[in-house]
């Protein structure tokens, strides 16, 4: 398979407790996006790679999230000292930017997190 | 900041109707729109993608619109099926990001 790979899939945790998701794109993609979705609501942006930079973040993305993107290949999603408000489904996405035409988005299946 | 909506949040039809989907949004500085398909818990699947100088695509049964001076699209869906029960998200691009719509749920009965 060669889409956007999510690991893992799903994950349950009790408040306080550290997590991390890792995000495999499409190997010759150079962004790569994170994005949050709640029940009912779209994908909120969180933060976006061009290969290896961390380019943007959004305020949605407290100090307990940090993203890394190293090498420019795979991504990892910490949350520190996960809150009950931080369950949602975790998206990545990957593009291959060529101006000057913007890439279509591939989505990985998420990885929904649970904060008990 | 870009707002983006989609009417109707919900639809319910049976099969073989026509339907369209539409999206608005608020700042017409976009590179490119895109609708996408999400089945409950699930990812989300590109549709369409319209660059900002195109006005339409079609893929199969599907045909978006563009019109970008007027903050519009619109998803036509041709002869609906039960299979194409799921959500659709109308998606546009700013300088890095897309922001996304609610969504519109979709429900084909047999």
């Known amino acids: 398979d060669t889409g956007v790979s999510q690991n893992p899939r799903h994950k349950i945790t009790k408040r306080g407790q550290n997590v991390t998701f890792r995000c495999d794109p499409i190997?010759?993609?150079?962004?790569l996006y994170w994005y949050r979705q709640t029940l009912g609501q779209g994908p909120e942006f969180l933060t976006y790679f061009q290969n290896e930079a961390q380019l943007e973040k959004s305020r949605l993305l407290s100090d307990r999230f940090s993203a890394e993107r190293p090498k420019g290949s795979f991504s990892t999603l910490e949350i520190q000292r996960t809150e009950q408000g931080d369950s949602a489904m975790y998206l990545c996405a990957s593009s291959l930017d060529a101006p000057p035409l913007t890439g279509e988005l591939f989505f990985g299946e998420g990885s929904r997190l649970t904060v008990l | 900041k870009q707002e983006v909506t989609q009417i109707p949040a919900a639809l319910s039809v049976p099969e073989g109707e026509n339907l369209v989907l539409n999206c608005s949004f608020t700042?017409?500085?976009?590179?490119?729109l895109q609708w996408f398909r999400q089945d409950p818990g699930k990812g989300l699947t590109s549709l369409l993608l319209i660059q900002s100088s195109q006005r339409e695509q079609t893929s199969g049964r599907l045909n978006a619109s563009l019109d970008k001076s007027s903050g519009r699209s619109t998803l036509y869906i041709a002869a609906s099926q039960p299979g194409d029960s799921a959500t659709y998200l109308c998606?546009?691009?700013?300088?890095?990001?897309?922001?996304f719509g609610k969504g519109t749920m979709l429900l084909v009965s047999p």
């Open positions: 190997s010759e993609h150079n962004r």
């Open positions: 998606a546009v691009e700013g300088y890095s990001t897309l922001t």
């Open positions: 700042d017409s500085a976009i590179y490119n």
